[in-house]
């Protein structure tokens, strides 16, 4: 299975890195060799930080949380929102607003702002209005969707934040810092591997290679996904058993309590007396009588 997605990998063109005099320093240890005034990136450190990044995802999105997918420049925006919607997740494609985690109760107010227009526009509160300011409301509208459609379903911080070139989203690696939340980035050789928590060297101007990856990275989301559904899943309980009253209703039918034994051997005793007291008389008129009959 790595052979075949490092040989994908080759034919998408990941290994392909910056010119010499772009380099940072710090991705040396990525750095596979050098051919003419291009840097080549070593595949196999691509397949271990991809490896990493796919555990990390999975770990994160079973405990419960959310990935945001970031990636604004042009090679990326399609390949983002494709990967996103595979895994239903959130993403940025146009633009990062600054804040949009430090500050993400203002965050969450546009939105409402957006449905407030959007409802507007629905039972035609908006063409009701003057020509200028209907233009201006879906001008607003339109802005607003732009920049936040992603990050719509969103309602707390994620777990992890995926960026495509750290280099340009800077500002997403920064409030991700600040608020301890874990990173993924995809690096080119002129970027920074401190910046993020799990760097997966890679071309991030060849869109083929993006797309592979963040696909990668999507079926590890889908995976966290169905083990958060298996948690949720209850089990099964083993039925109680009831003890049956049925034998002990029984025994109490059939032997009566202690004082009713009593009290009704009590008048047998009585009844029987009379009977051996009328026997002893008859056996005395008999003997009585029985000399008379032989004289």
Not at 142 to 147: A, L, T
Request: net charge positive; hydrophobic share 40%; charged share 30%.
């Amino acid at each position: 299975m790595a052979t075949e997605l490092a040989r994908k990998l080759i034919n998408a063109g990941v290994h392909f890195g910056h010119g010499v005099s772009r380099w940072n320093p710090k991705m040396a240890p990525f750095i596979f060799a050098k051919r003419g005034n291009i840097h080549i990136i070593d595949v196999k450190q691509t397949l271990r930080g991809l490896l990493v990044a796919k555990k990390l995802l999975v770990e994160v999105v079973s405990s419960g949380k959310d990935v945001i997918f970031v990636g604004t420049k042009r090679q990326a925006q399609k390949a983002v929102e494709g990967a996103a919607g595979r895994c239903e997740m959130h993403y940025v494609s146009q633009r990062w607003l600054g804040g949009m985690l430090t500050n993400f109760r203002t965050v969450r107010s546009r939105l409402q702002r957006l449905e407030q227009l959007e409802s507007m526009a629905e039972d035609g509160t908006l063409d009701s209005e003057s020509k200028k300011q209907a233009s201006r409301l879906k001008r607003e509208m339109r802005k607003i969707r732009g920049n936040l459609e992603g990050v719509r379903n969103m309602s707390r911080l994620p777990g992890v934040v995926v960026v495509v070139d750290a280099k340009k989203e800077y500002l997403a690696l920064r409030e991700a810092k600040k608020l301890d939340v874990s990173t993924i980035g995809l690096l080119d050789t002129d970027s920074d591997p401190d910046t993020v928590d799990v760097a997966v060297p890679a071309n991030d101007d060849s869109i083929r290679a993006i797309d592979l990856i963040l696909n990668e990275l999507a079926d590890a989301v889908a995976i966290g996904k169905t083990m958060v559904a298996a948690r949720k899943e209850p089990a099964p309980q083993r039925p109680k058993r009831v003890r049956s009253r049925r034998p002990a209703m029984a025994r109490a039918k059939q032997e009566p309590p202690v004082g009713a034994t009593e009290q009704s051997s009590a008048p047998a005793v009585e009844a029987a007396a009379p009977e051996s007291s009328g026997e002893r008389q008859e056996a005395a008129t008999t003997g009585n009588e029985s000399p008379a009959e032989n004289s």
